[in-house]
Each structure stands twice: as structure tokens, then as C-alpha cells.
């Protein structure tokens, strides 16, 4: 059985049988509390040439937590973050994937690819060129796939045009992919667009599945009461004090709160679950917890 259709199978079975795949939680906070330094460009990804075995630690203990899905250290090994640097993208990228395919090594665990927005998540007004933007995604996806990737995982996705690059790319070279967006408190995405409007599209272009990341606990609950999740969808929310900082993202929400919050929107059925900035492995494992009480 191909890996493709292998992993096309299990996300059919966790929409039918009703129990959500259990995504991995925060990478980056967490190899902050492990006093690896942050790069101004790169965030996190340094690590995985400088720090490689706290990363695989780190994957090790969501996946003794209950992960199915593991995501790599990639968020930001895309070529236009790492040109402003004296890295080199195909060797992070490389690297990241031998890590967590090492930490998934003799498991069933899926790997997901992390390809993060361009330019800074939370960037409204944009400084590179159409052309940068879509070569940016093309060699990043490719580079994921090359490597190991299970499917892609495209992270925090809020302009418009990035989530058309990346839709039409993997839909008409048959990558497998989640197309996460991160949304407001008016749920638009950072394009200005309304958040429907955007999962409309979207679904054009046969995802595994439409998420909703980094953003807040209050403003999912928002998306949950307002739309008809009525199509294969997952989330990772933002457990972090708010504070948006790069230097030093702390919890703000408990693994108890989070797990009580996740078992609230169980009733729609989500394909994954799984917890972002601010999280940790004990968040997956009362995750992990609940589901199976």
C-alpha cells in the first residue's frame, strides 16, 4: 500500500468511526524553555542543525503523549525567510525531516510537513512580489515531499493569495494537504476576506482537510457557532498568555482548560485535534485522555 493512500485511509477512518487523529502541540515555545536562542528570521529552525536532539526529545514525548501526527521543525526553513540568513533551505528542511522520521521510527505516526505563510504570520502588508510568493511555496512544498513528508501542513495561512498558490499546487500535482487558516475576532483572514468565503474556495480544491491554527479559543468558538462545519476540518489552538511575543511564549491555558474546551466541540466532529503556541506534551496527553474515556 502506498504511503499516500495508506494515510488517505486513516484520516477516512477517523472521520467515519467519529475519533479525531491527535495532532502534536508547540515546538517552538518548548525548545525556548530549552534555552535554544530564537532567530530573528528563521524563529526556530536553527535547531535542527544546532539542536537536533532536543528536537527529537521533543517529538518523542508527543508521541509517548498520544500523537498521531508529528510536525516538523519547518516553519521557517521556507526560501524566503531562510534568503535573509546565512542558511541554506534544502539542508534545514533535510534535516528536519531525518529527525522526525527517526522519532516515528517503528510507529505508525504521520508526519506533516510545515510550510508556514511567506512572510510573518501576522504580516498584513506585504513586501514581496507575487512571483517570490509563489516560488517561495513551490520549492518549500517540493522540498517537504522530497524529503518525507506524509502531506503537507500549511500553517497559518491568512492572505488570500498564498492559500490560491498553495490550494492549486498541491490539488493539481496531487500532494497531499491541510490548508490551516489563522482568522480574526471579525473571522476574516488577514487579506480582509471573510473566513466562509475563504473555506469556500478552498474546498474547491480537495484538501484532507481545512484547520484552523494559532488563532484564539474565543474567536474559534466564534467560527463554531457561526459556521456549518459540515466538511472534513481539524484545529490547534493558540494556548499561549497572548502576548504574541517571539522571545518567550508561555502558557496561558492549562492542559485541563484546553481538553475540556476540545471535548465541548467534539459533537462536530472534527478530523484532528491537536494544541499550538504555548502548548506542550501534557496538553496532547490529556488530549489523548479524554478522547479515549
Known sequence: MSKNLENRLLFEEAKNNG??????????????QHNVPVDS???????????PEIIKNIHHQYIEAGADIITTNTFRTNPAAVKKSDSISEELVKQALFIAQNSARNTKVIIAGSNPPAEDCYQKKRTLSNDEIENNHK??????????????????????????????????????????LYVNEELKILSGEDVKDVIDFILNYKPLA??????????????????????????????????FSNVNIKCGVSPTEYAQIIKNILDN???????CCGSSPEHIKKLKVMLDG
Not at 500549511?154 to 497531499?176: A, G, R
Not at 462545519?229 to 502576548?243: A, H, I, K
Open 19 to 32: 475519533k479525531p487523529l491527535i495532532l502534536d502541540g508547540a515546538m517552538g515555545s518548548l525548545l525556548q
Open 41 to 51: 528570521h528563521l524563529w526556530m529552525s536553527k535547531a535542527n542543525i544546532d539542536y
Open 139 to 180: 520549492a518549500h512544498i517540493d522540498l517537504l515531499i522530497k524529503y518525507g513528508s506524509d502531506f503537507i501542513l500549511n500553517e497559518t495561512q491568512s492572505q488570500l493569495d498564498e492559500i490560491e498558490i498553495i490550494c492549486k499546487y498541491c490539488y493539481s500535482n496531487k500532494i497531499q494537504y491541510v490548508l490551516s
Open 210 to 243: 481545512i484547520g484552523f491554527n494559532c488563532t484564539t479559543i474565543s474567536t474559534f468558538l466564534d467560527i463554531y457557532r457561526n459556521i456549518e462545519l459540515d466538511f472534513s476540518w481539524g484545529m490547534y489552538l493558540n494556548c499561549g498568555d497572548g502576548s
Open 269 to 275: 466532529s472534527p478530523l484532528f485535534v491537536g494544541a
